[in-house]
């Protein structure tokens, strides 16, 4: 006998159901089929229920996946140029001292203060530390730049800068 899916000769077949079709197949094909069930003369595929688990997994599988759903993301805070500047006032050091104690250069603590320069998440840190202060916040993730709400499709206006 010879197996309708690989075309292999072999001494016995059996009929399975592959994709809502009856083939009688080799051993090692059946496996890439359901089992036959029926009665004499009577054809019989793969049960309501099986057929909605298949067409759900392929559903799932057929989704795009947003990799930053539900991901909550840190950001600077608004204004955080004028919160250093009042946290080192606070502590009575000059732009030079403070650059000075954090190994900075005062060109860079300057230009921080007056937001023409965003610091990086390291000098950041050392800022925090060394004013006591935070400057980061915690945002929800999932929602999208542009106006509209959260479900909003982004467009080429959201990244243009009008004036």
């Not at 029926?38 to 099986?50: D, F």
């Not at 050392?126 to 006591?132: C, G, S, T, V």
């Amino acid at each position: 006998m010879m197996c309708e899916m690989c075309g292999k000769e072999v001494p016995v077949t059996r009929p399975v159901f592959i994709e809502r079709t009856k083939l009688n197949v080799c051993p090692s094909c059946a496996r890439f089929g359901d089992e036959y069930r029926g009665s004499a003369g009577q054809s019989q595929g793969p049960s309501a229920q099986v057929i909605e688990q298949r067409l759900e997994r392929r559903n799932r599988r057929m989704q795009t996946k947003d990799v930053y759903a539900g991901r909550d993301s840190v950001r600077l805070i608004d204004g955080y140029g004028e919160a250093i500047r009042k946290a080192r006032s606070a502590k009575g050091m000059d732009a030079e001292q403070f650059a000075a104690s954090i190994s900075e250069k005062k060109g860079i603590i300057m230009k921080v203060e007056s937001e023409d320069l965003t610091p990086d998440d390291k000098l950041v840190k050392k800022i925090e530390k060394a004013l006591d202060i935070t400057l980061t916040e915690t945002v929800q993730g999932g929602g999208s730049i542009g106006k509209g709400g959260s479900n909003a499709k982004m467009t080429l206006a959201d990244f243009i800068k009008k004036e």
